[in-house]
Nanobody, 130 residues
Framework: QVQLVESGGGLVQAGGSLRLSCAAS????????MGWFRQAPGKEREFVAA????????GYADSVKGRFTISRDNAKNTVYLQMNSLKPEDTVVYYC???????????????????????WGQGTQVTVSS
């Protein structure tokens, strides 16, 4: 069992930056691959970024690639999403998710699917003004 708490959301002007954090508690953090998703009203949950257990592989949605960076600090039980060059269309609730992995993987691809994840945070709102 792991609990996830997101923070760092808020209001920012277009072109600005925010860093989201997801703090985990419970089972050893390093046994979980981590992902960030976002969901707008009336829309399905959308993959944003993911990172494998060791941080050796990362992946991004095309809409954020080059602007967002996912990272993790296993010593701090925390995963981050650095968001730069923010656009009004990035305005949405962002969710952190954890996927238990008995072993690590060199590939992130399976982490694009929300159904793969075992635990979810409550979300943090990001609002980008134009």
């Amino acid at each position: 069992q792991v609990q996830l708490v997101e923070s760092g959301g808020g209001l920012v002007q277009a072109g600005g930056s925010l860093r989201l954090s997801c703090a985990a508690s419970g089972r050893t953090f390093s046994t979980y691959a981590m992902g960030w998703f976002r969901q707008a009203p009336g829309k399905e949950r959308e993959f944003v970024a993911a990172i494998t257990r060791s941080g050796g592989s990362t992946g991004y949605a095309d809409s954020v690639k080059g602007r967002f960076t996912i990272s993790r600090d296993n010593a701090k039980n925390t995963v981050y999403l650095q968001m730069n060059s923010l656009k009004p269309e990035d305005t949405v609730v962002y969710y952190c998710a954890a996927d238990y992995r008995p072993t690590d993987s060199r590939y992130y691809y399976y982490l694009r699917g929300a159904s793969e994840y075992d635990y979810w945070g409550q979300g943090t709102q990001v609002t980008v003004s134009s």
